[in-house]
């Protein structure tokens, strides 16, 4: 069945360092991806999204790298911030409409 | 200011006890979405509306129902609440159901069922 999973449940990255937060998914008919951001007591909120025929897509501070051979999308963040500190979740959409979150990574955001 | 709004934020209620979660958004979206956030299981969707009078189930609808009788208004109805409905509630709309069009969330609704 369709699932997306991240990697690691926790990452705690030094202030200032690069952040990779990964996420595999397994419908391979998913055209479309999302990266959302959840503060504590927030709902989620979206940072970027990128589309099946594209494999990498840039933000402000933010890139999302797309391999569709082995169903892993990525997203990055540059210089980390303590503002940064959060849970993502990648999602994917299928065709049929539905969207299918990751269970989510809380970035640690180290002084 | 564009936002979803959901009432209440917290309710604490009892088994069986009929309740409903409102959810309003003031962007004229199209696609409305209930979802429930539970540790370890991240977000599931329990119902969506591609439109007015057009409802479709997500992943987990059983023991919840939606109406979508206008488009800016998008309740969730718990008929007879179980403590197994005990979690965290987020309505999302965006402008279409299709494409690359972005959800935007409320604020949650921290539900608990004794």
């Known amino acids: 069945g369709e699932s997306v999973g991240l990697h690691l449940p926790t990452l705690s990255v030094q202030e200032g360092d690069n952040s990779i937060i990964n996420c595999a998914y397994s419908?391979?008919?998913?055209?479309?991806f999302i990266w959302y951001k959840q503060e504590s007591g927030k709902g989620p909120q979206f940072i970027i999204d990128?589309?099946?025929?594209?494999d990498k897509r840039q933000g402000q501070r933010v890139t999302v790298l797309l391999n569709k051979t082995v169903k892993h999308l990525s997203l990055q963040i540059a210089a980390t911030q303590p503002g940064d500190s959060a849970v993502y979740f990648c999602?994917?959409?299928?065709?049929?409409?539905?969207?299918?979150f990751g269970k989510g990574t809380r970035l640690h955001i180290l002084p | 200011e564009a936002q979803v709004t959901q009432n209440p934020r917290y309710l604490i209620t009892v088994t069986g006890k009929k309740l409903t979660v409102t959810c309003s958004q003031n962007?004229?979206?199209?696609?409305m979405s209930w979802y429930r956030q539970d540790p370890g299981l991240g977000l599931r969707q329990i119902y969506y509306?591609?439109?007015?009078?057009?409802?479709d189930k997500g992943d987990v609808p059983e023991g919840y129902k939606v109406s979508r009788k206008e488009k800016r208004n998008f309740p969730l109805i718990l008929e007879s609440p179980s403590p197994n409905q005990t979690s965290l509630y987020f309505c999302?709309?965006?402008?279409?159901?299709?494409?690359?069009?972005?959800?935007?969330f409320g604020p949650g609704t921290r539900l608990t069922v004794l």
């Open positions: 962007m004229n979206h199209e696609y």
């Open positions: 990128i589309r099946s025929n594209m």
């Open positions: 999302a709309s965006s402008f279409g159901g299709r494409g690359t069009d972005t959800q935007y």
């Open positions: 509306s591609m439109n007015v009078e057009v409802t």
């Open positions: 999602a994917e959409k299928g065709r049929d409409d539905k969207i299918i």
């Open positions: 419908n391979s008919a998913s055209d479309y």
